[in-house]
């Protein structure tokens, strides 16, 4: 063999040799350089992670609580405590199985078990490696050796030295200290102040600044704040246009950045910290020491007329020592989430407006006293002066109030649900909360779960009548009397059997002739909320026409006018997507709709019959469903809420058009039901938003709510509530089992492998998601039906929504 050839072998096999270690390199110390080509799997016996230089910060996957979920994240590798810094697909963690590749094309990509990409970086230019710098920044970098990427540029929750914050740039909060996913807090930058406020979750509304810089000057722009500039020194400050510099972190500091590790984070509780850590004890106990943090008090500071306030409704904050909210519900309310001591509290007990309560309050309703705890932005009455005896008699009058505020010789009467809640020795003030005495609360009732009632234990305060009319009482009252006069006057000049009414071209039917046109009621198609529903056939405008015949056998003793006012409500709405009115009966007892009659049945015998119905039908199916409730929800003349929609209330046409029907219905039923706590609840298991159990007002975010849960079913052709002897009890419950598929990524599950719903993923994801965000435990997180339809046609771009927390009421 000749030299040369022997030399080529030799460097060959030192190559290979190279190539072999050079992992082991990298997970040592490597400078911080990742080649193209480079993965970390995520699992339990999880690879080691890529280092900085110092190996002062990691990136890779993080194990959360859940063994089976990790977190693509950077974190200080030298801190026992895990402290994350940055994270990845905006906090929602990845299944085990899951690997991160350094691609030249695209960056970072993530894939799932089944190598399906679920997350890239997002570059434009060729990588060719990749490089974590002691800062905490990874960067991704191209042949010319400059950045196509980098993580400082899409901060999280977390800013860290050498990290600057221009114009535009926001962090959010996470969902809680455990959970990274968005939360409801925002830091912003913008017109040259440093701003922080609470958001409206769907829609990313910012509510009310609670901090300001007030760093903006609109009469010397030169002085106006340019950026936030986090020093390598560990120094927080604005620098204003002219140079100079406003100052966040005290100067001096008793943390230099020589002995200390710096970060400041947007806590999930609302606060803006900068902290610092001592270097020295890095592998201690030690914990982050706080170096400054705003807003000084945020229970107070965050005030506004949106939103429910550092806490959750109805909940109370108050301020902690380190300048955090605690939060805990008052005598007589429970958290709806029992792990979630920041959200929301429901009343334990039903508060009334029934003759019965109302004709003897002080035997059903008594007061618990708060002192210096204030609802600030719930009031709806004020009375002054007033003594202390006055204001808790006018409470335990009015069925609406849930407590009264005294204060300086005044009286705020307030109603649910309550926001802003906080506690303040400066209020002076005491706070008498409203509690039903048959219900009477235990002395801490935040130490046990919720008890949840049915349809025969709970009443809305609310209702449903007010919500549906949309307008004021007056309104109603013109409008009522103009048309039962009008309606009088026409009767009397043409009282002539089947011509059309007078506001409408609605058809009046009587009781024999819809007896028979359906051969005496013979042939039944099907039974709802309402009544018994037949097939009839009518003469109309010169021909026979089929037509769908629904007895109201639950509205018999209706008013004639308001019956009248209501079914010409109905009559008036006309859409491609509503079952369309022809005509009523109301003759003695009897009342009756005739309906259009339509040729494909309802979406349930569609949906969970032998073939599935193809992808393409089911997503147009949706959206018709989602055309029509904006239509009832915002364009007709009178608001609609449909309060019970469901598949089977969905009718199909000869072209499989989605058109939905009995709605108007639930108003026509309260009217004679308000004196029946049992049947205020409308809906159907599975359906049913947690406002009717909650005290809340009904509105229109109640058919949101069953709209998420239909399309839920649209997208995996199952029922929402399975049977729980059938061996899947995890499948049992739909949100629930839909909101962990997407969580743990597993949509293919939910869709039983259907290839041609897989095929179109990105559609799967965004119609899954618009869906979880629908079914939000919280009405104000759901979207309202206009904007369900902009994001399931891709117009508006749907964040990954939080778990819905939502329970399992039984109806």
């Given at each position: 063999?000749?030299?040369?050839?022997?030399?080529d072998?030799?460097?060959?096999?030192?190559?290979?040799f190279?190539?072999f270690?050079?992992?082991?390199?990298?997970?040592?110390?490597?400078?911080?350089?990742?080649?193209?080509?480079?993965?970390?799997?995520?699992?339990?016996?999880?690879?080691?992670?890529?280092?900085?230089?110092?190996?002062?910060?990691?990136?890779?996957?993080?194990?959360?609580?859940?063994?089976?979920?990790?977190?693509?994240s950077?974190?200080?590798?030298?801190?026992?405590?895990?402290?994350?810094?940055?994270?990845?697909?905006?906090?929602?963690?990845?299944?085990?199985?899951?690997?991160v590749e350094?691609?030249s094309?695209?960056?970072?990509?993530?894939?799932?078990?089944?190598?399906?990409?679920?997350?890239?970086?997002?570059?434009?230019?060729e990588v060719?490696y990749?490089?974590?710098?002691?800062t905490?920044?990874?960067?991704?970098?191209?042949?010319?050796?400059?950045?196509?990427?980098?993580?400082?540029?899409?901060?999280?929750?977390?800013?860290?030295?050498?990290?600057?914050?221009?114009?535009?740039?926001?962090?959010y909060?996470?969902w809680?200290e455990?959970?990274?996913?968005?939360?409801?807090?925002?830091?912003?930058?913008?017109?040259?102040n440093?701003?922080?406020?609470?958001?409206?979750?769907?829609?990313?509304?910012a509510?009310?600044?609670?901090?300001?810089?007030?760093?903006?000057?609109t009469?010397?722009?030169?002085?106006?704040?340019?950026?936030?500039?986090?020093?390598?020194?560990?120094?927080?400050y604005?620098?204003?246009?002219?140079?100079?510099?406003?100052?966040?972190?005290?100067?001096?500091?008793d943390?230099?950045?020589?002995?200390?590790?710096?970060?400041?984070?947007?806590?999930?509780?609302?606060v803006?910290?900068?902290?610092?850590?001592?270097?020295?004890?890095?592998?201690?106990n030690?914990?982050?020491?706080?170096?400054?943090?705003e807003?000084?008090?945020?229970?107070?500071?965050?005030?506004g007329?949106?939103?429910?306030?550092a806490?959750?409704?109805?909940n109370?904050?108050?301020l902690?020592?380190?300048?955090?909210?605690?939060?805990?519900?008052?005598?007589?309310?429970?958290?709806?989430?029992?792990?979630?001591?920041?959200?929301?509290?429901?009343?334990?007990?039903?508060?009334?407006?029934?003759?019965?309560?109302v004709?003897s309050?002080?035997?059903v309703?008594?007061?618990?006293?708060?002192?210096?705890?204030?609802?600030?932005?719930?009031?709806?009455?004020?009375?002054?002066?007033?003594?202390?005896?006055?204001?808790?008699?006018?409470?335990?009058?009015?069925?609406?109030?849930?407590?009264?505020?005294?204060r300086?010789?005044q009286c705020?009467k307030?109603?649910?649900?309550?926001?802003?809640?906080?506690?303040?020795?400066?209020?002076?003030?005491?706070?008498?909360?409203?509690?039903?005495k048959?219900?009477?609360?235990?002395?801490?009732?935040?130490?046990?779960?919720?008890?949840?009632?049915g349809?025969?234990?709970?009443e809305?305060?609310i209702?449903?009548g007010?919500v549906?009319?949309?307008?004021?009482?007056?309104?109603?009252?013109?409008?009522?009397?103009a048309?039962?006069?009008?309606?009088?006057?026409?009767?009397?000049?043409?009282?002539?059997?089947?011509?059309?009414?007078?506001?409408?071209?609605?058809?009046?039917?009587?009781?024999?002739?819809?007896d028979?046109?359906?051969?005496?009621?013979?042939e039944?198609?099907?039974?709802?909320?309402?009544?018994?529903?037949?097939k009839?056939?009518?003469q109309?405008?010169?021909?026979?026409?089929?037509v769908?015949?629904k007895?109201?056998?639950?509205?018999a003793?209706?008013k004639?006018?308001?019956?009248k006012?209501?079914?010409?409500?109905?009559?008036?709405?006309?859409?491609?997507?509503?079952?369309?009115?022809?005509?009523?009966?109301?003759e003695?007892?009897?009342?009756?709709?005739?309906y259009?009659?339509?040729?494909?049945?309802?979406?349930?015998?569609?949906?969970?019959g032998?073939p599935?119905?193809?992808?393409?039908l089911?997503?147009?199916?949706?959206?018709?469903?989602?055309r029509?409730?904006?239509?009832?929800?915002?364009?007709?003349?009178?608001?609609?809420?449909?309060?019970?929609?469901?598949?089977?209330?969905?009718?199909?046409?000869?072209?499989?058009?989605?058109?939905?029907?009995?709605?108007?219905?639930?108003?026509?039923?309260m009217?004679?039901q308000?004196?029946?706590?049992?049947?205020?609840?409308?809906?159907?298991?599975?359906y049913v938003?947690?406002?009717?159990?909650?005290?809340?007002?009904?509105?229109?975010?109640?058919d949101?709510?069953?709209?998420?849960?239909?399309?839920?079913?649209?997208?995996?052709?199952?029922?929402?509530?399975?049977?729980?002897?059938?061996?899947?009890?995890?499948?049992?419950?739909?949100?629930?089992?839909?909101?962990?598929?997407?969580e743990?990524?597993k949509?293919?599950?939910?869709?039983?492998n259907?290839?041609?719903?897989?095929?179109?993923?990105?559609?799967?994801?965004?119609?899954?998601?618009?869906?979880?965000?629908?079914?939000?435990?919280?009405?104000?997180?759901?979207?309202?039906?206009?904007?369900?339809i902009?994001?399931?046609?891709?117009?508006?771009?749907?964040?990954?929504?939080?778990?819905?927390?939502?329970?399992?009421?039984?109806t």
């Amino acid at each position: 063999m000749a030299r040369s050839d022997q030399i080529d072998l030799t460097m060959a096999h030192a190559l290979l040799f190279l190539l072999f270690l050079l992992p082991l390199f990298i997970a040592a110390q490597s400078n911080g350089n990742i080649p193209v080509g480079y993965s970390i799997t995520a699992n339990t016996n999880a690879a080691d992670p890529w280092l900085s230089p110092s190996a002062d910060f990691a990136f890779g996957f993080s194990q959360l609580e859940d063994p089976n979920l990790f977190l693509l994240s950077i974190w200080y590798y030298k801190i026992r405590h895990r402290t994350v810094v940055w994270f990845a697909n905006e906090g929602v963690p990845f299944s085990s199985g899951s690997k991160v590749e350094l691609t030249s094309g695209k960056g970072l990509v993530v894939t799932d078990p089944n190598g399906k990409e679920v997350w890239e970086s997002g570059v434009s230019n060729e990588v060719v490696y990749g490089f974590l710098n002691d800062t905490g920044n990874f960067v991704l970098l191209g042949n010319d050796s400059l950045s196509k990427w980098e993580s400082f540029t899409y901060p999280t929750d977390t800013l860290l030295p050498t990290q600057t914050m221009k114009s535009g740039l926001e962090l959010y909060s996470r969902w809680s200290e455990t959970n990274f996913s968005q939360g409801r807090f925002q830091l912003r930058f913008e017109d040259g102040n440093l701003l922080l406020n609470a958001r409206e979750m769907v829609s990313n509304f910012a509510y009310d600044n609670y901090y300001s810089s007030e760093t903006s000057d609109t009469s010397n722009a030169s002085n106006s704040g340019q950026q936030v500039i986090f020093s390598d020194t560990g120094y927080m400050y604005i620098l204003r246009t002219n140079g100079l510099r406003f100052d966040l972190t005290p100067r001096p500091t008793d943390f230099p950045a020589s002995d200390n590790y710096h970060r400041a984070t947007l806590n999930f509780d609302g606060v803006f910290v900068q902290y610092a850590y001592p270097r020295s004890s890095s592998t201690g106990n030690t914990n982050w020491s706080v170096v400054w943090s705003e807003p000084d008090n945020i229970c107070v500071n965050i005030g506004g007329n949106e939103g429910s306030g550092a806490c959750g409704y109805n909940n109370i904050c108050s301020l902690g020592d380190d300048k955090r909210p605690n939060c805990q519900c008052p005598q007589g309310f429970l958290l709806m989430d029992p792990d979630d001591e920041y959200g929301s509290c429901s009343p334990n007990f039903t508060q009334s407006c029934e003759e019965a309560d109302v004709n003897s309050t002080a035997n059903v309703y008594d007061f618990s006293t708060l002192v210096n705890i204030d609802w600030p932005t719930s009031d709806y009455e004020h009375l002054n002066p007033s003594t202390e005896s006055q204001c808790r008699n006018t409470c335990l009058q009015d069925c609406f109030c849930a407590v009264a505020i005294l204060r300086a010789g005044q009286c705020w009467k307030k109603k649910l649900p309550l926001s802003n809640g906080r506690k303040d020795t400066s209020l002076n003030s005491k706070a008498f909360l409203k509690y039903r005495k048959v219900d009477v609360p235990p002395s801490n009732p935040t130490t046990g779960p919720p008890t949840i009632r049915g349809k025969k234990d709970r009443e809305p305060t609310i209702v449903v009548g007010s919500v549906l009319l949309g307008t004021s009482f007056l309104v109603n009252l013109l409008f009522v009397g103009a048309f039962c006069l009008g309606f009088f006057f026409i009767c009397r000049k043409k009282n002539v059997k089947g011509l059309p009414t007078s506001e409408t071209s609605l058809r009046r039917f009587t009781y024999e002739e819809l007896d028979v046109a359906t051969n005496g009621f013979g042939e039944e198609l099907g039974r709802g909320a309402f009544g018994i529903v037949y097939k009839g056939v009518v003469q109309m405008g010169g021909s026979r026409q089929v037509v769908a015949v629904k007895k109201l056998d639950r509205v018999a003793q209706q008013k004639e006018k308001e019956f009248k006012t209501e079914v010409n409500v109905i009559g008036r709405t006309h859409h491609k997507n509503l079952v369309q009115l022809l005509g009523f009966c109301e003759e003695g007892q009897h009342r009756m709709l005739v309906y259009e009659f339509l040729s494909n049945g309802t979406l349930s015998s569609l949906l969970f019959g032998d073939p599935k119905p193809s992808w393409n039908l089911r997503t147009e199916i949706a959206l018709g469903i989602a055309r029509g409730l904006v239509y009832l929800h915002e364009e007709c003349t009178t608001q609609i809420i449909h309060c019970d929609i469901k598949p089977q209330n969905i009718l199909l046409d000869e072209y499989y058009n989605a058109r939905i029907s009995d709605f108007g219905l639930a108003k026509l039923l309260m009217m004679n039901q308000s004196k029946t706590m049992a049947t205020t609840i409308r809906g159907t298991k599975g359906y049913v938003a947690s406002e009717w159990f909650n005290n809340k007002p009904i509105t229109a975010k109640v058919d949101v709510y069953s709209y998420g849960v239909l399309l839920l079913e649209i997208i995996s052709c199952q029922r929402s509530v399975g049977d729980f002897e059938n061996g899947e009890v995890e499948k049992a419950i739909l949100t629930d089992w839909a909101s962990d598929c997407l969580e743990q990524g597993k949509l293919e599950a939910l869709v039983e492998n259907d290839r041609e719903a897989l095929n179109d993923w990105n559609k799967l994801m965004r119609f899954v998601k618009v869906a979880i965000w629908c079914i939000q435990e919280d009405p104000s997180f759901r979207p309202s039906m206009r904007k369900v339809i902009q994001m399931l046609e891709g117009v508006i771009e749907v964040n990954h929504p939080p778990c819905p927390t939502t329970f399992s009421f039984p109806t």
